[in-house]
């Protein structure tokens, strides 16, 4: 699970509409938003390993990971898809965020596996 703490200048919703606008006017072309709203990594050799599913709360967005049906998650696909949803939202958000966790295993009720 990945959990950005917002600060106070921007709403959860906002923060969300901000990503989506950013990737549907490709000023961020390393991820893509499926129909679902979920997020997947736009590189062919790691688009559609897994999706990043938000979960918003007031001031807390948790993204979890949803691996592929009958698949198994490897560590390998959980730690990339982490680090680099990170990585996109600190170079291009960072002035709306507080601080960002990463659990070291999945969580239950948040990440969804098989």
Request: without cysteine.
């Amino acid at each position: 699970m990945l959990t950005i703490y917002l600060n106070k200048t921007i709403k959860t919703e906002e923060f969300i509409a901000l990503i989506n606008t950013a990737i549907e006017n490709e000023s961020i072309i390393t991820w893509k938003k499926d129909s679902d709203g979920d997020y997947t990594a736009s590189s062919s050799q790691w688009s559609m390993q897994a999706w990043m599913h938000p979960y918003v709360d007031d001031n807390i967005i948790k993204f979890g990971i949803i691996s592929r049906r009958n698949v198994k998650l490897s560590s390998i696909v959980y730690a990339i898809y982490h680090s680099r949803f990170s990585e996109m939202l600190l170079i291009h958000f960072d002035k709306y965020i507080k601080k960002i966790e990463i659990s070291s295993l999945l969580v239950k009720g948040i990440d969804i596996f098989d």
